[in-house]
């Protein structure tokens, strides 16, 4: 069975300083993956997506970038966090284009 | 772009009653997925449909592409359904999984 871990569960971060958040996926090759974002009481809005290792388009431009340094790990950072960049960031996979999304169980970002 | 309108964006029911929340899209969309998100913010995937119907224990949901529409029914609602519920589609024109959400609908099932 595929397992979606994500770390850390939460941070509490000031801004302007930098910021590292990892997903991983275990019991499946080359998945797609994606990041999304969600404000307090909001919806998600995807930001990033990657089909291979290597390979990061951004969907959404919020001063966040993404790289895929392996093939079942996906890493969503910044140099200088805003407040802006609060909210709870979800990882999430699928087999290809048409198929079901799964998403992990977030992180809580706090920016101070 | 590809936008999605979810209604109501509240809904209260009491325990054994049942609802229906909607999702209108206003372009052509491959499929549709219908997630609760609990307390701690996990997504629990309810449903996934590119057409038809589907039903799962209380729940059943219809996405209807030629209209451009999509329906999540709850009935017998029990205490554990609370919480918000989000629709998300994936455009037809779309080159990758682009999942467009909804605004969501917070539900609070009451004794």
């Known amino acids: 069975a595929q397992t979606i871990h994500q770390w850390p569960v939460a941070e509490i971060k000031a801004v302007g300083s930098p910021l590292s958040l990892g997903c991983t996926i275990k019991g499946k090759s080359s998945p797609n993956l994606y990041w999304y974002w969600q404000a307090t009481g909001g919806t998600l809005q995807q930001l990033f997506y990657?089909?291979?290792?290597?390979?990061v388009e951004s969907v959404v431009q919020l001063n966040l970038s993404a790289s895929r340094p392996k093939d079942d790990q996906f890493i969503l950072s910044t140099e200088k966090l805003l407040l802006s960049h609060s909210g709870f960031y979800l990882c999430a996979w699928t087999l290809d284009r048409g198929y079901e999304q799964y998403f992990g169980p977030g992180t809580r970002l706090t920016v101070l | 772009g590809d936008q999605v309108e979810q209604s109501p964006s509240a809904l209260s029911l009491h325990e054994g009653t049942g609802s229906a929340l909607r999702c209108n899209f206003t372009t052509t969309m491959r499929a549709v997925q219908w997630f609760q998100q609990n307390s701690r913010g996990s997504l629990i995937n309810l449903f996934y449909?590119?057409?038809g119907t589907k039903e799962n224990g209380r729940l059943k949901s219809t996405f209807n592409s030629k209209e451009s529409y999509s329906t999540l029914h709850i009935r017998d609602a029990q205490l554990e359904d609370s919480g918000t519920y989000f629709c998300a589609a994936e455009g037809a024109s779309s080159s990758f999984s682009k999942l467009v959400f909804g605004q969501g609908t917070s539900l609070s099932v009451v004794p």
């Open positions: 449909l590119a057409s």
């Open positions: 990657s089909i291979t290792v290597g390979q």
